[in-house]
């Protein structure tokens, strides 16, 4: 009887607990830093290389103990941000830090089963006090280490590792079949929203109606309103200056840009093709300033985090100082059409949304662009611009460095295709009818996915607790094979180290040198200035320093050597420095 996960769980007869650290050796791989890649060499593997293989692998030629060196078959275990288990399936690689290289003591448990074991383990300390980090979550070495698993009889580890592997291949079959159907609905909703720009999707459509008026009239309806809106308000401004118009005032109008369609796909005879500025108003939001940020009248403003897949997000909505005029000016209304301005990726720039809130006060920063339509409807002007999201338009436009940008400017001046009103309405029906039947379809999908991983947990937990093979009394006990294992781990131990002799050579050169470098210093020098001294860096490899660690303490032990530890006026300590004593 003993304890996991703080409840009492009774083991099968012949099964023992161990700590994940008897099951092998488990290496953190080697920090690798930026100037450290170069063009060619040996890929780097980083956790994301794990979790997503269309992810770039980075090279290097740098020359690393073979502890971090991996191969197809090898066991990793990621322990920081994304915690799981994988197997490389890639060729020799070098393996990052903040993941384990695994090296089974298949004496102790076969590697089929310390990978499912593993995958458990971490589900395991994930649910428990050991998780660390709110955004990079991650594992520390001491409570992975010390975890404790169960321990089958040699035998029965075959066994459950066998029917662990047809029913786990099974849900990850499925899993597969599902992650494709979900790809291929997400395919099939571009290809709507493509046909929706190009006319083919109310191809139909047209064959049966015919408007009372064309994409081409509507635009030029829309634009001789704009005109006159423009006028109207200038008329107002003289009004209240008391200024009489001068005779050329009309002529000042601002003409919106026309659209240049070179390249651009023949649209049907009853569509026209607009600018973004032809059709409503572009406006950038107010740049955030801290000055504002915390003021005695803070206003909630929608900023390109709040813009997602799904809508607009309030439930994390920030707040700064808009004067009166300000908020006349970047004020929300409902119907507007707000677009992400900025975003770290470029595929997601553009992201549209169509604000809703008819309650209460809200306005928009600078990383958001607000087009207010006139003349169409926010919903047309939404599946415009989801559109040319999707398919790349916005993209083209958002090159940066780190931060891509849809600039206000360019967006005004894109092209977008006009139907006449009645058939925007028809295909907007039509593309909500069939999306509608595809976010169903996505949703099935991932219930059906929760349902996969919910049964894998499942049977990693009858495996877990002896349930999912029969149990055989006549296999060897576990007690058994860890009381011959144990024997021959402290029987080694007992064993003096053998040091190869090239290595030996070149630490007994380092030593040396140290000594040389202490002598000619003469007096106390702080240690990593006698590293460097003798040509230790940053760079050098870790089992190296390890044994120039040791035969220094040697040095200390003889008396040759005093080391002392420099502390700040708070006693924290700053760094050792070492002096030679004379011989």
């Not at 786990?168 to 790809?183: P, T």
């Not at 107010?286 to 009248?297: E, F, H, I, L, M």
């Not at 992400?340 to 169509?354: D, K, M, N, Q």
């Not at 809130?357 to 306005?363: H, K, M, R």
């Amino acid at each position: 009887m003993t304890t996991e996960q703080g409840q009492h769980v009774q083991l099968p007869p012949n099964w023992e607990w161990i700590s994940i650290g008897e099951t092998g050796e488990y290496i953190n791989g080697f920090a690798f830093k930026p100037s450290h890649r170069e063009p060619v060499g040996l890929p780097i593997v980083r956790i994301q290389n794990l979790t997503d293989e269309t992810k770039p692998l980075h090279t290097t030629t740098l020359e690393v103990p073979a502890d971090y060196k991996i191969d197809t078959g090898d066991m990793l275990v990621s322990w920081s941000a994304t915690l799981d288990v994988f197997v490389w399936r890639r060729g020799p690689a070098l393996v990052n830090q903040h993941i384990f290289k695994v090296l089974p003591d298949e004496r102790v448990i076969s590697k089929d089963l310390l990978f499912y074991w593993l995958k458990r383990a971490i589900q395991q300390l994930q649910e428990s006090e050991h998780l660390h980090g709110s955004t990079m979550m991650h594992i520390n070495r001491g409570p992975f280490m010390a975890h404790l698993v169960p321990l089958p009889p040699r035998a029965e580890q075959i066994r459950i590792a066998a029917k662990l592997e047809e029913l786990i291949s099974d849900l990850d079959a499925a899993a597969a079949e599902l992650k494709v159907a979900q790809k291929k609905i997400l395919q099939y909703r571009q290809s709507l929203l493509k046909a929706a720009a190009d006319g083919s999707l109310t191809a139909e459509w047209r064959t049966q109606n015919t408007p009372a008026e064309s994409g081409m009239q509507l635009r030029e309806r829309i634009l001789t309103k704009r005109r006159a809106r423009w006028e109207a308000e200038q008329l107002t401004k003289f009004n209240k200056q008391g200024k009489v118009p001068p005779d050329d005032w009309q002529k000042k109008y601002p003409e919106p840009a026309q659209p240049d369609t070179t390249g651009l796909p023949e649209l049907p005879k009853s569509w026209a093709w607009a600018t973004v500025e032809q059709l409503g108003n572009v406006q950038l939001g107010r740049q955030r300033s801290p000055t504002k940020v915390g003021r005695a009248n803070p206003t909630p403003y929608i900023r390109a985090a709040n813009i997602t897949e799904d809508g607009i997000d309030l439930s994390d909505v920030l707040e700064m100082e808009f004067s009166e005029a300000e908020k006349e000016t970047f004020s929300l209304k409902v119907g507007d059409v707000l677009l992400t301005e900025a975003s770290g990726s470029p595929e997601h720039v553009g992201r549209p949304a169509i604000w809703k809130q008819s309650e209460g006060l809200y306005c928009f920063q600078n990383t958001v662009v607000r087009f207010s339509p006139r003349g169409i409807s926010s919903e047309y002007a939404f599946y415009s611009f989801l559109a040319m999201q999707k398919l790349g338009v916005f993209s083209k436009l958002s090159g940066g460095v780190g931060i891509n940008h849809l600039s206000a400017g360019k967006f005004s001046k894109l092209p977008v295709p006009l139907p006449p009103a009645s058939e925007q309405q028809a295909l907007i029906d039509t593309i909500e009818d069939k999306f509608s039947m595809c976010d169903d379809q996505l949703a099935f999908n991932a219930h059906s996915l929760k349902q996969c991983a919910a049964q894998r947990q499942n049977i990693l937990r009858a495996a877990f607790s002896g349930q999912l093979v029969q149990q055989d009394p006549t296999d060897e006990p576990a007690s058994m094979l860890l009381e011959r294992v144990r024997a021959e781990q402290t029987k080694r131990t007992k064993l003096p180290k053998a040091r190869k002799a090239k290595q030996q050579k070149e630490i007994d050169a380092v030593v040396s040198k140290l000594i040389t470098v202490l002598a000619e210093a003469g007096d106390w020098l702080p240690a990593q200035e006698a590293y460097r001294r003798c040509g230790i860096s940053d760079g050098a490899l870790t089992e190296h320093i390890e044994i120039l660690y040791a035969e220094l303490r040697d040095l200390d032990k003889a008396g040759r050597l005093e080391v002392e530890s420099v502390t700040d006026a708070e006693g924290r300590k700053l760094y050792d420095r070492l002096k030679l004593v004379a011989g």
